[in-house]
C-alpha cells in the first residue's frame, strides 16, 4: 500500500515570498491533515479535511495561509507571504473517519 | 478543548531496563487514543492505539499502552529498552464527540536508551 505523499522534501525561500506545498494522501482515506512542527515542538493541527470540506482550521493563521482539497483527494497548503517564524518542517496526514493517522515525510520549509 | 500533556521532555534509560513514557489527556467523550514514535528526518510512525476493548494495547516493536479512564492516563511502556528506541515519541488523542473528530498532539518526549 503507497504511503502518503508529500513534495517538495526541502524548501528555502526568502522572507515575503510565497510557498506551496502538494500532499497526495493514501487512497480511500476521507480524512486528511495539515500539521506544522516547529523543531523540538509537538505537531500542532493547521487544518483538517473530511472529503474536501474543512472540519477544522481554527489555528490555521489565515491572512498568510491556505490550503484545499482537490475532489477530495489531493490537497496543497500555501503559505503567502512567508515569515521567518514559519520556517518549520509541515507534515501531511490521512486517516479513516476515527483511525490512526498515516504521515508523509514531511516538508522542511526554511525562511530567510 | 481537547488536549494531551507529555509532562517529561526527556526519558533517560540504560538498554535493557523498562521504559515508561507518560501521557494525559483531557477530551469529550470516550478517548481515542494513539502513539507515535519520530526518528530525526523522519515523519511520524504510527505504534499502538486504544479504541475501545482493553485497556493494555499492544503495538509496534514491544511497545505497550495502558488506558487508565479514572486517571485519563495512556502511558507507552516497553519491558525492555533497546538503544534503537531512542527518538522522540508523541501521543495524541481524538475525542469521540470532538468536532470532525480533531487529532490532537502532546509536546512530545524525547528518550535517550545509554548502552
Known amino acids: 500500500e503507497a504511503g502518503v505523499a508529500q513534495s517538495p522534501r526541502y524548501k528555502i525561500i526568502e522572507k515575503r515570498q510565497s510557498v506551496a506545498f502538494w500532499c497526495n494522501p493514501i487512497?480511500?482515506?476521507?480524512?486528511l491533515y495539515w500539521y506544522q512542527q516547529i523543531l523540538g515542538q509537538g505537531p500542532k493541527l493547521l487544518i483538517q479535511f473530511q472529503n474536501n470540506g474543512v472540519v477544522d482550521d481554527s489555528q490555521l493563521p489565515k491572512d498568510r495561509f491556505s490550503a484545499e482539497r482537490l475532489k477530495g483527494v489531493d490537497s496543497t497548503l500555501k503559505i503567502q507571504p512567508a515569515k521567518l517564524e514559519d520556517s518549520a518542517v509541515y507534515l501531511c496526514?490521512?486517516?479513516?473517519?476515527?483511525?490512526?493517522?498515516?504521515f508523509g515525510q514531511g516538508t522542511r520549509l526554511t525562511v530567510v | 478543548a481537547q488536549s494531551v500533556a507529555q509532562p517529561e521532555d526527556q526519558v533517560n534509560v540504560a538498554e535493557g531496563n523498562p521504559l515508561t513514557v507518560k501521557c494525559t489527556y483531557s477530551v469529550s467523550g470516550n478517548p481515542y487514543l494513539f502513539w507515535y514514535v519520530q526518528y530525526p528526518n523522519r515523519g511520524l510512525q504510527f505504534l499502538l492505539k486504544y479504541i475501545t476493548g482493553d485497556n493494555l494495547v499492544k503495538g509496534s516493536y514491544g511497545f505497550e499502552a495502558e488506558f487508565n479512564k479514572s486517571q485519563t492516563s495512556f502511558h507507552l511502556k516497553k519491558p525492555s529498552a533497546l538503544v534503537s528506541d531512542s527518538a522522540l515519541y508523541f501521543c495524541?488523542?481524538?475525542?469521540?464527540?470532538?468536532?470532525?473528530?480533531?487529532?490532537?498532539f502532546g509536546g512530545g518526549t524525547r528518550v535517550l536508551v545509554k548502552p
Open positions: 487512497s480511500g482515506h476521507a480524512t
Open positions: 495524541a488523542v481524538r475525542g469521540e464527540r470532538a468536532a470532525g473528530n480533531k487529532l490532537t
Open positions: 496526514a490521512s486517516s479513516l473517519l476515527r483511525g490512526e493517522a498515516f
